[in-house]
């Protein structure tokens, strides 16, 4: 049995008595074993693969730049980091802009927009989008990551990401789902046309949120896994994924306020399974993009 038949012939066995992913974990590991990670190498793995839970925040602080390649710098670069946030947060407790019972996501917010250099005069000013964007994003982030410093880098470095990065790409997204959603079920697509409800879809939920606040936050890392790692397409199959799973339900309601508020609070229960059936959506159409929308 030559080695990559014999790979593929444990890969099938592990996945059979439910240790999917044994090998992928492994694999992982040693490409963080080098002194220089490989961008391109992790990109290409969150790609093909969800990140094991507790290599996750790792790599997403090295894709997001938060952290160099570079192993042996990691703790200095950290130890930058953390100052700069204490600093920044002190900043913000002198003006008298936070106190102690400013919820963490608004701290996160309003660090966010000092070191930007866009604060408001107040905190009783009112929100931008841009800021509503952000403050669900951050959310999400708290739940998945335990220390507050790691939350606020991740989310602000995710924010940049998405207004940079992706800043082209979002507003196509709306139309990619549409021309997916036709191929997949165009009778589900004619009648979202009937209803005038295709215009008035929860796309900032899905688009500039990246469903922050719509999928529980155990379905969403796997979801943020590939944006952070190159492609933001995966959140048009998302959506499509979302449509086709409660076609039922929507194909019901008449008129675009109830279908947009039912799929702004889709029920919980199904999101891992739409999420799995996503990415297989998104491999169908698209093979597994490395670095490109």
């Not at 990551?145 to 606020?152: F, K, R, T």
């Amino acid at each position: 049995m030559t080695e990559d038949s014999q790979r593929n012939f444990r890969s099938v066995y592990y996945e059979k008595v439910g240790f999917r992913g044994v090998e992928e974990k492994k694999s992982l590991e040693i490409l963080l074993k080098d002194d220089c990670l490989d961008i391109e190498k992790l990109c290409t793995f969150s790609q093909r693969f969800p990140l094991p839970s507790m290599y996750r925040a790792l790599v997403w602080k090295v894709l997001l730049g938060i952290l160099p390649p570079h192993h042996e710098s990691h703790a200095q670069v950290m130890m930058y980091r953390k100052e700069q946030y204490s600093d920044v947060l002190h900043a913000l407790e002198v003006i008298r802009f936070i106190s102690d019972a400013t919820p963490q996501v608004e701290v996160c917010l309003y660090m966010h927009r000092l070191e930007s250099g866009k604060l408001p005069r107040s905190p009783s000013f009112p929100l931008e989008p841009e800021d509503e964007v952000f403050l669900a994003i951050a959310k999400a982030m708290e739940e998945m990551v335990e220390d507050s410093i790691d939350c606020y880098w991740l989310t602000r470095c995710f924010v940049n990401q998405l207004n940079n990065k992706y800043r082209d790409f979002l507003p196509q997204l709306p139309k990619a789902f549409e021309q997916y959603l036709n191929l997949e079920d165009s009778r589900l697509l004619s009648h979202l046309k009937t209803s005038s409800a295709v215009s008035k879809l929860p796309y900032d939920l899905w688009f500039k949120r990246c469903f922050a606040g719509c999928l529980p936050e155990s379905s969403l890392q796997r979801v943020w896994d590939k944006v952070i790692s190159g492609s933001c397409k995966i959140l048009v199959f998302v959506a499509v994924e979302i449509l086709l799973t409660f076609k039922i339900k929507v194909m019901a309601l008449n008129g675009a306020e109830k279908i947009t508020k039912f799929l702004e609070n889709i029920p919980q229960d199904s999101s891992d399974a739409i999420v799995s059936k996503a990415i297989d959506l998104w491999h169908k159409h698209c093979g597994t993009p490395v670095h490109s929308a």
